[in-house]
């Protein structure tokens, strides 16, 4: 079955970076679009980046410029480098894939952005 686990979340001070992974199994991870989403506390899930089997990207407004999403399809990777963290930036992270008109998550991971 397709199991997507991320890594990387953490506590970080404002203007600090981090970065997300996200490996993927039970699937040809290269032949799949992947995406990264948050949900901060009270707030609906939202997109924050996706990238396409053809490495196309695209970026919420609110991080453009400071977050690059990536992927690594000899490592079934996704990753999000994110740099100039702010503290609305804090939420929990989720990887995504689709397949079939089925969304697939990770069970996330947790980022902080505190002085």
């Known amino acids: 079955q397709v199991q997507l686990v991320e890594s990387g979340g953490g506590l970080v001070q404002p203007g600090g970076s981090l970065r997300l992974s996200c490996a993927a199994s039970?699937?040809?991870?290269?032949?799949?679009?992947m995406a990264w989403y948050r949900q901060a506390p009270g707030k609906q899930r939202e997109l924050v980046a996706a990238?396409?089997?053809?490495?196309?990207?695209n970026y919420a407004d609110s991080v453009k410029g400071r977050f690059t999403i990536s992927r690594d399809d000899a490592k079934n990777t996704v990753y999000l480098q994110m740099n100039s963290l702010k503290p609305e930036d804090t939420a929990v992270y989720y990887c995504?894939?689709?397949?079939?008109?089925?969304?697939?998550w990770g069970q996330g991971t947790q980022v902080t952005v505190s002085s």
């Open positions: 995504n894939t689709r397949s079939t008109n089925v969304d697939y």
């Open positions: 990238i396409t089997r053809r490495y196309i990207t």
């Open positions: 039970g699937i040809f991870f290269a032949i799949y679009d």
